[in-house]
């Protein structure tokens, strides 16, 4: 993500050398790493031969960076789902539909990352295995393959109404720009946040409602946009500070290298950011208290806690913590829209009950 995709496991390795030099890259002397190895464990293992280069393409054997992907459309899709009282299956259905949409644009976005990056990566120890740096997928292959993504992209797309179509596809500009942001700017993790945060939108729309003609949904939509880009910055800060060495040797920019020294109070101010524009989002559309201390509480307890236990020096705890943070905080937060959404579907019926109930008494 930050630097050249951020969606794979962290390795301690550093840059290695290469038979070639490329323009994008400096030429780097350093020790020989071990040949390509096929995957004996995972999902992928069990994949014919010919399909794996194409499965570690799209990272499916790394799905952190879809949960990230996903989290947004699901934290809208409830919110709107409490504002317009959508029944559960239709709430379930569409999820689900946001769950592979996810799955795919993620794979597309990492497939798009690594068509960039092709003349970089071979110089990178822990990227020069990646099926464009070792040859196992040529860049054509590439290039239609990630029209194949698209496509199925698009296909998903069409399942939601058709006002989703206007709200969804400008987001490929997103997609398509960010892996230049990290080559000529020190922020790309914002750029990244407005590309990974942009489900935040979706799911009004998906729900039948109009963001731009509805003032109330206009609002909430726009606060939670804001909170969930301020959760992306924040966690692909820490990620970032993984590659902070190789970053520096091969040029590509991020905010951990810009703000190294001030990385906890960025993080600190992100976190009041991502809560407190969660808080005004469900003011926006009327949230009960359960998401007050449900959402909004647990996202500033499991922000906090990350930020006082991870350790920026070291690569296995930025790691953990951007791999675990998605479960906690993003999590965190669903629980408390679900339990909202809920409490808001059954009470009526519990009205209804308390008005039999005094019928009852009154006789």
Same mark, same amino acid.
């Given at each position: 993500?930050?630097?050249?995709?951020?969606?794979?496991?962290?390795?301690?390795?550093? &840059?290695?050398? *290469? *038979?070639?030099?490329?323009?994008?890259?400096?030429?780097?002397?350093?020790?020989?790493?071990?040949?390509?190895?096929?995957?004996?464990?995972?999902?992928?293992?069990?994949?014919?031969?010919?399909?794996?280069?194409?499965?570690?393409?799209?990272?499916?054997?790394?799905?952190?960076?879809?949960?990230?992907?996903?989290?947004?459309?699901?934290?809208?899709?409830?919110?709107?789902?409490?504002?317009?009282?959508?029944?559960?299956?239709?709430?379930?259905?569409?999820?689900?539909?946001?769950?592979?949409?996810?799955?795919?644009?993620?794979?597309?976005?990492?497939?798009?990352?690594?068509?960039?990056?092709?003349?970089?990566?071979?110089?990178?120890?822990?990227?020069?295995?990646?099926?464009?740096?070792?040859?196992?997928?040529?860049?054509?292959?590439?290039?239609?393959?990630?029209?194949?993504?698209?496509?199925?992209?698009?296909?998903?797309?069409?399942?939601?109404?058709?006002?989703?179509?206007?709200?969804?596809?400008?987001?490929?500009?997103?997609?398509?720009?960010?892996?230049?942001?990290?080559?000529?700017?020190?922020?790309?993790?914002?750029?990244?946040?407005?590309?990974?945060?942009?489900?935040?939108?979706?799911?009004?729309?998906?729900?039948?409602?109009?963001?731009?003609?509805?003032?109330?949904?206009?609002?909430?939509?726009?606060?939670?946009?804001?909170?969930?880009?301020?959760?992306?910055?924040?966690?692909?800060?820490?990620?970032?500070?993984?590659?902070?060495?190789?970053?520096?040797?091969?040029?590509?920019?991020?905010?951990?290298?810009?703000?190294?020294? %001030?990385?906890?109070?960025?993080?600190?101010? &992100?976190?009041?950011? %991502?809560?407190?524009?969660?808080?005004?989002?469900?003011?926006?559309?009327?949230?009960?208290?359960?998401?007050?201390?449900?959402?909004?509480?647990?996202?500033?307890?499991?922000?906090?806690?990350?930020?006082?236990?991870?350790?920026?020096?070291?690569?296995?705890?930025?790691?953990?913590?951007?791999?675990?943070?998605?479960?906690?905080?993003?999590?965190?937060?669903?629980?408390?829209?679900?339990?909202?959404?809920?409490?808001?579907?059954?009470?009526?019926?519990?009205?209804?009950?308390?008005?039999?109930?005094?019928?009852?008494?009154?006789?």
């Amino acid at each position: 993500m930050a630097s050249r995709d951020r969606l794979r496991p962290p390795s301690n390795n550093t &840059l290695t050398s *290469s *038979s070639s030099t490329t323009s994008s890259a400096p030429s780097i002397s350093l020790p020989r790493v071990a040949s390509y190895q096929l995957p004996s464990t995972g999902i992928v293992s069990y994949l014919p031969h010919s399909w794996i280069p194409y499965a570690e393409l799209v990272r499916l054997d790394k799905p952190t960076g879809t949960y990230y992907l996903f989290f947004p459309c699901i934290f809208s899709t409830m919110t709107a789902a409490t504002y317009t009282s959508s029944h559960p299956f239709t709430v379930f259905s569409t999820s689900v539909l946001f769950l592979t949409g996810a799955l795919i644009m993620r794979g597309a976005g990492c497939t798009i990352n690594d068509l960039w990056d092709r003349n970089l990566d071979p110089h990178v120890q822990r990227t020069r295995h990646r099926p464009l740096a070792r040859g196992a997928i040529s860049p054509f292959k590439a290039v239609a393959f990630t029209g194949v993504q698209l496509l199925a992209g698009l296909g998903i797309l069409l399942q939601f109404p058709t006002s989703c179509l206007y709200y969804g596809i400008p987001s490929l500009l997103l997609v398509l720009t960010y892996p230049l942001a990290k080559r000529v700017t020190h922020y790309p993790q914002f750029v990244l946040g407005l590309t990974f945060s942009w489900g935040a939108i979706m799911g009004f729309p998906a729900l039948g409602v109009d963001v731009l003609t509805d003032s109330v949904a206009l609002k909430t939509v726009a606060a939670l946009y804001g909170s969930c880009v301020s959760w992306t910055v924040l966690y692909d800060m820490i990620y970032a500070h993984m590659d902070i060495k190789d970053d520096v040797l091969v040029g590509i920019k991020s905010i951990a290298l810009r703000h190294e020294n %001030q990385t906890k109070a960025i993080l600190s101010a &992100l976190s009041t950011i %991502q809560v407190g524009l969660l808080a005004v989002a469900g003011s926006a559309y009327g949230a009960g208290p359960i998401f007050y201390f449900g959402s909004c509480g647990s996202a500033a307890v499991t922000l906090g806690l990350m930020i006082w236990k991870v350790r920026l020096k070291e690569v296995t705890s930025c790691w953990w913590w951007f791999k675990n943070g998605a479960w906690l905080t993003g999590g965190g937060i669903a629980t408390g829209l679900l339990a909202d959404y809920f409490i808001k579907m059954c009470r009526p019926s519990m009205e209804c009950d308390e008005v039999l109930w005094e019928d009852e008494l009154s006789k």
